[in-house]
């Protein structure tokens, strides 16, 4: 099911899902001396561990820029497991290994409709187990006032599953200045405001550590004909929100999404896609800012 670019063909290598390696279980000798060469199984050098000046904001791991005119759908190994996608054709931007052991993968994706964006995704999985105390406000964004909504489906640490949405300026997203500048250069236009919808997870793995996966969607709201005129981000406050109709219908279309889209990400998570059918996940894929089938793609 997943359709994938060459650079994620090798990460299906890198980073096998665990399906793969019941299937075929040279798969996880070959991925573990990939990691041995690579040095992922020891503390990254002093001078490669902030990005080698990568400017990635963060201040933290290493940076690989991706070649983005690799065309995504439908869904990407990631950090060992399945990462869905959205409705529409996702670019890669970059990667980044993050932990004294590499043990977080980041992968950050934009999608695009003429040249504006309309997606950026920002997903970040353990491709080993980490220590319970890593994750310890993993959900803090499920629990923020300003969120329009939240859901807490598991709240018993080490076990905790949950998602929300929630409006913001491009500029507080994190690593905003290697991703706007990425995309500047292929000329690509952030909107003044994107809504934020995001799924925490994590499962204990023994011994005190757990698995985990957070992954980040924001979503132009501004690019329809009800809500072009709505781009100042006090538009898109809790409090304002009843006063904008068109905001409130597209935040509303986003809540119904996320909780759909939810158990999805729960299904990749355990590398189980097949637990909807093909049509069922087109169906769920499409969030209120993708674009429609057929629209331009400067990439295309």
């Not at 080993?128 to 709240?155: K, L, W, Y």
């Not at 236009?189 to 994590?202: A, E, M, N, Q, R």
């Not at 132009?220 to 006090?234: A, E, G, I």
């Not at 990400?265 to 097949?274: A, T, V």
Request: proline fraction near 9%.
């Amino acid at each position: 099911m997943p359709v994938s670019g060459p650079a994620f063909g090798l990460l299906t290598v890198i980073f096998p899902p665990a399906y793969l390696k019941r299937l075929i279980p040279a798969l996880g000798h070959v991925a573990t001396n990939i990691h041995n060469r690579l040095g992922m199984t020891d503390t990254p050098p002093a001078e490669t561990a902030a990005g080698e000046g990568n400017g990635d904001g963060g201040g933290e791991g290493i940076v690989t820029m991706m070649p983005i005119t690799d065309r995504l759908t439908k869904s990407i190994p990631f950090a060992g497991r399945i990462l869905p996608l959205p409705a529409g054709t996702w670019h890669p931007v970059m990667n980044v290994v993050n932990g004294p052991h590499g043990e977080v993968l980041e992968n950050i994706l934009v999608r695009v409709e003429g040249h504006v964006v309309t997606g950026l995704i920002g997903a970040e999985g353990s491709i080993q187990p980490v220590p319970e105390s890593a994750i310890a406000a993993i959900d803090t964004s499920c629990h923020d006032d300003r969120n329009f909504m939240s859901r807490v489906i598991t709240a018993h640490p080490p076990a905790m599953e949950c998602w929300f949405t929630a409006a913001v300026y491009p500029s507080s997203i994190n690593r905003t200045a290697v991703i706007a500048n990425r995309l500047k250069e292929e000329g690509f236009i952030l909107p003044p405001v994107l809504l934020k919808t995001g799924w925490s997870y994590s499962t204990p793995a023994g011994d005190h550590n757990v698995n985990v996966e957070t992954v980040t969607i924001f979503l132009n709201p501004v690019n329809s004909d009800s809500t072009r005129s709505l781009r100042s981000p006090q538009d898109w406050t809790k409090e304002t929100l009843a006063q904008q109709p068109a905001a409130s219908d597209f935040v509303k279309r986003t809540d119904t999404w996320i909780a759909n889209w939810a158990q999805v990400m729960h299904d990749g998570f355990h590398s189980d896609m097949l637990a909807t059918s093909e049509e069922e996940h087109a169906r769920l894929a499409r969030d209120p800012a993708a674009p429609l089938p057929g629209q331009a793609n400067p990439l295309d």
